[in-house]
C-alpha cells in the first residue's frame, strides 16, 4: 500500500443540499431545500446528475428530494463519518490543521506537527472563521455496487452531530450491526436568531419509513446472517477500511480539493478570502510560538 495515500471507500458520486452556479464568472454555491445527488462528472453547467438522483424523484412528492434510502458501508459509526475540525488553505483547498478538540496535526514549514487542539473558538492559528467542523459521510444508495458509496460533506454544525449521534445510537441499538440497519438520510429544516429566522437545512438519518426500530433490528440480524453464510466478513472489512483511513497524515484527494473551496469557501458565505502571503504569515507565527514554548 502506497504510504501518504488516504485510502477511502470508492466513490460513484455525491450528495448534496443545493448546487453551485456561475454568478458573473464565479462558480458559487446555492444553497436549496433538497437533495441532489450527482455523479463525478463536471460539465460548464454544473454537475452531472446521477440516474439515481432521477429514480428516486419518482416516487418523491413534488418531485423533492428530501429523503434518500441509504445502508452504511461499516458496522463501526466512525468509520461512515469522519468528522474532524479542520483548516483549510482556501485558495488550494488543501488541509494546514486537522484536530478532534483535544490534538491536531498541523502543516508548518517544518513538517507536519502534533499540538493541543482547544477547538475553533479557541483556537489562535484558526480564529475568525478559518477553522470549521467538516465531515464526511459515506453511504450505500442502490445495489448496483457492494462496496461502491456517495458521500455527503459538510461543515454544519447541525448535521455533523444529528449524524454523528444517530450513528452511534444505531450501532449500540443493532448489536453492533450498523451496516445491515435499513436507514434513509432526510433532510430536516430549522430556523434560529443567527439564520434571522430564515430556514436552514440539515441531514438527519432515521429508521427507513415504515419500519419501527425493532423491526430494523430484526431485518439487521437477518441480514448479517445470510451475509456470514455467504462467507461476508463484515469485521474484516471494517479492519480493511480503518487501516486505509489511517494510511495518510490527512484524508483528502485532488479532486477534493476544488470542492471544498467551491462548495464552502466562496464570497457567497460572505467570508473573505485569505490569500497565500496571509497562511505563511500565520505559519510562521505559528512556528515563532511554538519554538518559544519549547524553551
Known amino acids: 500500500m502506497i504510504k501518504g495515500l488516504a485510502i477511502t471507500p470508492?466513490?460513484?458520486?455525491?450528495?448534496?443540499?443545493?448546487?453551485?452556479v456561475e454568478k458573473n464568472?464565479?462558480?458559487?454555491?446555492?444553497?436549496?431545500?433538497?437533495?441532489?445527488?450527482?455523479s463525478q462528472i463536471q460539465e460548464k453547467d454544473g454537475w452531472v446528475l446521477h440516474p439515481m438522483d432521477e429514480e428516486l424523484r419518482k416516487n418523491a412528492p413534488s418531485s423533492k428530494l428530501r429523503t434518500i434510502p441509504v445502508r452504511m458501508l461499516f458496522n463501526d459509526?466512525?468509520?461512515?463519518?469522519?468528522?474532524?475540525?479542520?483548516?483549510?488553505?482556501?485558495?488550494?483547498?488543501?488541509?494546514?490543521?486537522?484536530?478532534?478538540?483535544?490534538?491536531?496535526?498541523?502543516?508548518?514549514?517544518?513538517?507536519?506537527?502534533?499540538?493541543?487542539?482547544?477547538g475553533p473558538t479557541l483556537c489562535?492559528?484558526?480564529?475568525?472563521?478559518?477553522?470549521?467542523?467538516?465531515?464526511?459521510?459515506?453511504?450505500?444508495?442502490?445495489?448496483d455496487d457492494d462496496v461502491g458509496s456517495f458521500i455527503f460533506r459538510t461543515t454544519g454544525y447541525n448535521s455533523i452531530r444529528t449524524l454523528a449521534a444517530r450513528l452511534s445510537y444505531y450501532q449500540a441499538v443493532s448489536g453492533g450491526l450498523l451496516a445491515y440497519m435499513?436507514?434513509?438520510?432526510?433532510?430536516?429544516?430549522?430556523?434560529?436568531?443567527?439564520?434571522?429566522?430564515?430556514?436552514?437545512?440539515?441531514?438527519d438519518l432515521v429508521i427507513k419509513e415504515g419500519l419501527s426500530l425493532q423491526e430494523a433490528v430484526v431485518e439487521a440480524r437477518r441480514k448479517s446472517e445470510q451475509a456470514k453464510e455467504g462467507g461476508v466478513d463484515q469485521a474484516?472489512?471494517?479492519?480493511?477500511?480503518?487501516k486505509g483511513?489511517?494510511?495518510?497524515?490527512?484524508?483528502?484527494?485532488?479532486?477534493?480539493?476544488?470542492?471544498?473551496?467551491?462548495?464552502?469557501?466562496?464570497?457567497?458565505?460572505?467570508?473573505?478570502?485569505?490569500?497565500?502571503?496571509s497562511v505563511v504569515s500565520k505559519l510562521r507565527k505559528d512556528i515563532d510560538s511554538t519554538r518559544s514554548a519549547s524553551g
Request: aromatic share 8%.
Open 10 to 20: 470508492p466513490l460513484l458520486g455525491r450528495i448534496s443540499i443545493g448546487r453551485v
Open 236 to 242: 474484516a472489512l471494517d479492519a480493511a477500511a480503518a
Open 124 to 143: 489562535e492559528f484558526g480564529k475568525g472563521g478559518l477553522c470549521k467542523p467538516y465531515g464526511r459521510l459515506n453511504v450505500k444508495v442502490g445495489d
Open 245 to 277: 483511513f489511517g494510511n495518510a497524515l490527512f484524508e483528502y484527494d485532488e479532486d477534493e480539493m476544488s470542492q471544498v473551496v467551491e462548495e464552502f469557501y466562496s464570497a457567497l458565505a460572505g467570508e473573505e478570502l485569505m490569500d497565500n502571503s
Open 182 to 203: 435499513p436507514l434513509e438520510l432526510k433532510l430536516r429544516g430549522k430556523s434560529t436568531t443567527q439564520s434571522h429566522r430564515t430556514p436552514i437545512y440539515y441531514v
Open 77 to 118: 459509526a466512525d468509520l461512515n463519518l469522519r468528522a474532524e475540525y479542520t483548516m483549510f488553505d482556501r485558495k488550494s483547498g488543501r488541509p494546514m490543521c486537522v484536530g478532534n478538540g483535544d490534538t491536531c496535526k498541523r502543516l508548518t514549514q517544518s513538517g507536519v506537527q502534533s499540538l493541543p487542539c482547544p
Open 25 to 38: 464568472g464565479i462558480r458559487l454555491p446555492q444553497k436549496d431545500d433538497q437533495f441532489t445527488i450527482t
